[in-house]
């Protein structure tokens, strides 16, 4: 059985139930996980990728706080699961629901506009073993994702966001394009990540050098 659970519903009316959600200020990620109930794990990626890939003024460390249960669930999709389960330590985890709402409103006008253009075709790439590769994809996207480098988070985030709504949508043409983009977003962002961190280490020996 595949693990990810079509809803019959487009996204937008998937988060539109979101935002009217009972639940105000913070909450914790595993209640509102429980909350979205067994939809699917595509959907709760696509929740935690948003803030990431919409341009809204974010919250310091946001980028770790959804990249970490990002990967986990990312992961059992590629091992095939068909129930979440995230670890105590990060269900515990709390984040603002109400900046989240703000999010998904502000995402709205983009979300429809893109809807137009979705609808289920090529569905043997959101299923199986391919649905399996794309959760192994979003993983290292991911990881990616929470590393705690400022500005690091957009091209990742938006990578996610265009594979989950993808397998959402059940639109195999999205998801290829969504690996092709992805792909081009790990290469860039390795580049960077190796520039920084030689960047730094020249700093740092540079500055060992000068005290001795």
């Known amino acids: 059985m595949s693990q990810i659970q079509h809803d019959a519903r487009r996204t937008s009316d998937l988060l539109r139930d979101i935002t009217t959600s009972p639940h105000q200020g913070d909450v914790s990620i595993g209640d509102f996980v429980s909350l979205l109930g067994d939809r699917s794990f595509a959907l709760v990626i696509l929740i935690f990728a948003l803030p990431n890939a919409v341009p809204v003024p974010g919250i310091p460390g ?6 970490v249960p990002i990967m986990l669930l990312a992961l059992q999709i590629a091992l095939g699961r068909d129930t979440i389960w995230l670890p105590e330590r990060v269900a515990k985890k709390r984040f ?5 709402t703000k999010v998904i409103n502000k995402a709205m006008p983009a979300m429809l506009w ?3 253009c979705l609808h289920p075709r090529w569905v043997w790439v959101c299923e199986g073993i391919s649905e399996r590769a794309i959760g192994m994809l979003i993983v290292v996207l991911a990881a990616i994702l929470a590393l705690p480098m400022p500005g690091g988070n957009f ?3 938006l990578s996610i966001l265009l594979l989950a709504l993808a397998l959402l949508e ?3 043409k999205l998801a290829l394009a969504g690996v092709i ?3 081009g977003s790990i290469v860039f962002m390795y580049k960077v990540i190796v520039f920084v961190i030689t960047s730094l280490a020249g700093w740092f020996i540079n500055i060992m050098g000068a005290l001795l």
């Open 114 to 116: 893109i809807e137009k």
């Open 155 to 157: 091209l990742p985030g």
């Open 62 to 67: 946001f980028s770790t706080l959804t990249g």
């Open 170 to 172: 059940k639109d195999g």
């Open 181 to 183: 983009f992805s792909v």
């Open 96 to 100: 603002s629901c109400t900046f989240l």
